[in-house]
């Protein structure tokens, strides 16, 4: 027995581009098309934790969550679970490195223009700007090694960071690869090791 043929979005779809009478090998064909169709829905559903149904046990097991609660209270925690556990969150750094006695600021990387080319031809914009994020710490840059290791370690891969520390004053003397660097008036003089 031919289904109603109006309740399939493709068969009405097919008789716009095929006005001939429709008969049930089209109709079957179109039934399949809304069965494909609701099938990838359903799997773009469940790959997000807001809206899945079927796989949220799994992400609930995943983030150690139990699985008492209505189906909107379980989403909500484990959206939860994961804004902690993000490292993509500028407070997620701020945090770790406060957690190994650091503080410090994170500037975003600007929003550039993306097309566009100079008077002489070249790019207006350097692509790897957009992915390199600066952070500052008000500490000397031989002092933050440890700093320096956790956030390049846990930052996320595509991107690389900037550093900016304080600056010493004038005059120090800092050991820097083997060497050291001394800052006079504005000017770096590097002195070698006496080997």
């Known amino acids: 027995?031919?289904?109603?043929?109006?309740?399939?979005?493709?068969?009405?779809?097919l008789t716009q581009l095929y006005p001939l009478q429709m008969?049930?090998?089209?109709?079957?064909?179109?039934?399949?098309?809304?069965?494909?169709l609701e099938s990838a829905?359903?799997?773009?559903?469940?790959?997000?934790?807001?809206?899945?149904?079927?796989?949220?046990?799994?992400?609930?097991?995943?983030?150690?969550?139990?699985?008492?609660g209505s189906l909107e209270v379980r989403r909500q925690a484990l959206l939860e679970a994961i804004n902690r556990d993000s490292g993509i969150a500028e407070r997620h750094y701020k945090a770790l490195a406060a957690a190994i006695g650091f503080d410090i600021d994170i500037v975003k990387p600007p929003r550039m223009l993306r097309?566009?080319?100079?008077?002489?031809?070249?790019?207006?914009?350097?692509?790897d700007e957009?992915?390199?994020?600066?952070?500052?710490?008000?500490?000397?840059?031989?002092s933050c090694t440890k700093l320096i290791q956790t956030l390049e370690a846990q930052k996320i891969p595509f991107t690389q960071i900037k550093w900016k520390f304080q600056q010493p004053p004038a005059g120090r003397l800092l050991l820097e690869d083997g060497g050291a660097?001394?800052?006079?008036?504005?000017?770096?003089?590097?002195?070698?090791?006496?080997?």
């Not at 008969?23 to 494909?36: F, G, P």
């Not at 790959?47 to 008492?68: K, V």
Request: charged share 25%; glycine share 6%; hydrophobic share 35%.
């Open 41 to 68: 829905n359903a799997v773009y559903r469940e790959i997000f934790p807001g809206s899945a149904i079927t796989t949220l046990e799994r992400w609930e097991n995943l983030y150690e969550l139990g699985h008492s």
């Open 181 to 195: 660097l001394l800052l006079e008036n504005g000017h770096q003089l590097l002195l070698e090791n006496e080997t």
């Open 130 to 142: 957009q992915y390199t994020w600066t952070v500052k710490c008000d500490r000397l840059k031989s």
């Open 115 to 127: 097309a566009g080319l100079g008077r002489a031809g070249f790019e207006v914009y350097d692509q």
């Open 1 to 13: 027995m031919v289904e109603n043929p109006f309740e399939s979005p493709h068969h009405r779809a």
């Open 23 to 36: 008969d049930a090998e089209e109709y079957a064909v179109a039934k399949e098309l809304d069965r494909a």
